[in-house]
């Protein structure tokens, strides 16, 4: 199974992005999650979509901004990212496990990552 997040890049505060995870070996049908990390802080879970019923969870910082979402028939996952500010400056990782777990926008475990791609917010 092989995870690929692309779609980052420079953005101004307030603007939007689009990451995209392009997930091959497997399907999509498994829990997907977005984690980030930026310099010198942990990784933390962004956001996650159930394999099961399409349930989403985010993590507090980026309710209302972020939607996450899935195209089986790409077997993609889409973060949109809207409204963002320099808090959201890190690289930006994809995973897939068995479910979401207890924490929002987190993984119960992950199975596989994704090399992540750098999402920078500067004016």
């Known amino acids: 199974v092989q995870l690929q997040a692309s779609g980052g890049g420079s953005v101004q505060p307030g603007g939007s992005l689009t990451l995209t995870c392009t997930v091959s070996?497997?399907?999509?049908?498994?829990?997907m999650s977005w984690y980030r990390q930026a310099p010198g802080k942990e990784r933390e879970g962004v956001s996650c979509i159930s394999g099961i019923n399409g349930l989403t969870y985010y993590r507090d910082s980026v309710k209302g901004r972020f939607t996450i979402s899935k195209d089986n028939v790409k077997n993609t996952v889409l973060l949109q990212m809207n409204s963002v500010n320099s808090d959201d400056t890190a690289k930006y990782y994809c995973a897939t496990g068995p479910s979401c777990g207890s924490i929002p926008g987190t993984l119960y475990v992950a199975h596989y990552w994704g090399k992540g791609t750098q999402v920078t917010v500067s004016s």
């Open positions: 070996g497997s399907t999509v049908s498994e829990a």
